[in-house]
């Protein structure tokens, strides 16, 4: 009479049959693709920013290829990619005085003078864009020196 039901074996070995359909579940949904439309909506909204600005967006993405006015994004659940309506956008290349810019700097400590400044923007445009592995953030900033200006972006 206090003895143990003979349907708790059973009981059990369902529930862990049952738990371990769920977990093959939750592990077989498919990620999202990266959202390159997000990216893009913040590298505008800085690049129409009346007083200059900058943003950091989270990327979510394994790799990102930056162009003058557009941005691909590839990750584990596909690509995607926008436009930047509002360019040309600068992207930066790793490793440039253009990096030491959007890392915080002043463009004069950095260049000579704003025609130098423009020049490396330039450079840094009409470089094919190519895939780069992505870091955490997408980093964007508006700078101005004397009358150059531009919008730095890089991850």
């Given at each position: ?7 708790t074996t059973w009981v059990w070995v369902g529930l862990a049959v049952g738990s371990a359909v769920m977990l093959g579940v939750v592990l077989g949904v498919p990620t999202a693709a990266p959202d390159a439309d997000r990216a893009a909506t913040a590298i505008e909204d800085v690049a129409v920013s009346e007083h200059g600005g ?102």
């Open positions: 009479m206090f003895g143990m039901p003979a349907e900058e943003a950091v967006v989270d990327l979510r993405a394994q790799t990102v290829r930056l162009g003058p006015e557009r941005i691909g994004l590839r990750g584990s659940g596909g690509r995607s990619h926008a436009s930047i309506r509002y360019g040309p956008i600068t992207p930066v290349p790793p490793n440039s005085s253009l990096g030491y810019v959007l890392d915080g700097h002043s463009p004069k400590s950095v260049f000579v003078n704003p025609g130098r400044f423009g020049a490396a923007m330039h450079q840094a445009r009409i470089q094919p864009p190519e895939w780069r592995p992505a870091g955490e953030t997408l980093r964007i900033k508006q700078v101005h020196y004397g009358e150059v200006s531009g919008v730095l972006v890089a991850t």
